[in-house]
């Protein structure tokens, strides 16, 4: 379950840089960028960094079943909802969404407090959770 974790921050990357090469052409062609693109394009690109993290952090704490599943909603929930609400909110006139941001915003926040809970909880020290079987680089 943490494929769609990282394939969602690679994604989100990607449309965040394609968002930035078209706010780089607004400036060269002496266009101002408006500021709900900044903003959208800025939370993109830092959850978008945030989904691959957690896609290695998940099974790193061994988060499991249900909980992994509710992590992995919730956080690809808020990754795009709260740059998308800004987009279409802001940026297409659609004014009414814009609460909806609480939501997305609260979607990552319940994720990470189950992040919150795992770490707290979890002895990743003892050799029980997480990924094994690769053997440290030796530079």
């Not at 709260?82 to 297409?92: D, K, L, R, S």
């Not at 990552?108 to 053997?135: C, K």
Request: charged letters at 5%; a neutral charge; aromatic letters at 8%.
């Amino acid at each position: 379950m943490t494929r769609p974790l990282k394939a969602s921050g690679f994604l989100g990357l990607a449309v965040m840089m394609a968002v930035g090469l078209h706010q780089s052409i607004l400036l060269s062609s002496g266009s101002s960028v408006p500021p709900w693109m900044i903003g959208g394009h800025a939370h993109l690109g830092v959850l978008s960094i945030l989904a691959i993290v957690m896609g290695f952090a998940v099974p790193a704490l061994g988060v499991t079943g249900t909980l992994r599943t509710i992590v992995t909603v919730l956080f690809i929930l808020g990754q795009w909802g709260v740059p998308g609400t800004v987009w279409i909110g802001e940026g297409f006139g659609f004014q009414f969404l814009m609460p909806t941001t609480l939501l997305w915003g609260s979607a990552l926040i319940v994720s990470m407090l189950i992040m919150l809970y795992r770490t707290l909880t979890v002895d990743t020290d003892s050799g029980g959770a997480g990924p094994t079987g690769v053997a440290p680089a030796d530079d």
